[in-house]
């Protein structure tokens, strides 16, 4: 299928590795100019052909200068891709040993990082009929104690996207999410410390754990093909709406 995505232009946020990185080469094979966010540039970003620039995006002002820095470079948005998300602390405790500083941080970088960008380039997107792309998780659909304080922001991130849809779906701007189960990433080796485990062998059950139809961690490059697909005109008609990438771990409706 030809996306016909061919010079238009893209920011995707957490470009450095994992999904980000997949998204940021997969858009430049599809003809996309594109400007990657990550707070340490690594080799892998400068070579995939983006604009790299290093950016905090847990402050509404490390937000508004990439965002700024972004347009200057691209002279205009077609695409975000609110990617940016993680931490480096888990609620392996429970929820009594997550301290107001965790909890901030998480909704800092889960959340208003996604916010803060899409307010930025929201005027751009508007004026080109652009769209916005939100990656949550799957754990937004099924938090757990040991991981609440990233899947609370993640659910508020959902629950945001479909409120910012229909704002600005009639101005022409089509805002998604995706939210991908079990992924090949490095979250898997802070999750793996946080539990004392190791994270091969945490790969490796991971599948069965999350209850996965197909028996394998997603790779992070089938994440970044959905995001291609739903940034084209193929996807004219998707609008608000959450689209899962799990494996089938979700069993609900």
Known sequence: MELRLSGRTAVVTGASRGIGLATTRTLIE????????????TAELKDSGAIAVS????????????IERALSELEGIDLLVNNVGGGDSYAAGGFLSVDDATWKRAFDVNFYSAVWASKAALPS?????GAIINVSSVVAHA??????????PKAALTAWSKALAEEFGPQGVRVNTISPG??????WDVMAGAYGSDPAELLSQL????????????????????IAFLASDHARSIVGADQLIDAGAIKTL
């Not at 997603?218 to 093909?225: D, L």
């Open 30 to 41: 599809e003809g996309v100019r594109v400007v990657g966010a990550a707070r340490t540039v």
């Open 55 to 66: 950016a905090d995006l847990s402050t509404p002002d490390g937000a508004q200068r990439f």
């Open 125 to 129: 997107l508007v004026e080109r009929k």
């Open 143 to 152: 938090p757990s104690a040991g991981t609440m304080d990233y899947a609370v």
């Open 182 to 187: 079990p992924v090949r990433t490095a979250f």
């Open 207 to 226: 599948p069965a754990m999350a209850g996965m139809l197909t028996g394998k961690v997603i790779e992070p490059e089938e994440v970044a093909t959905l």
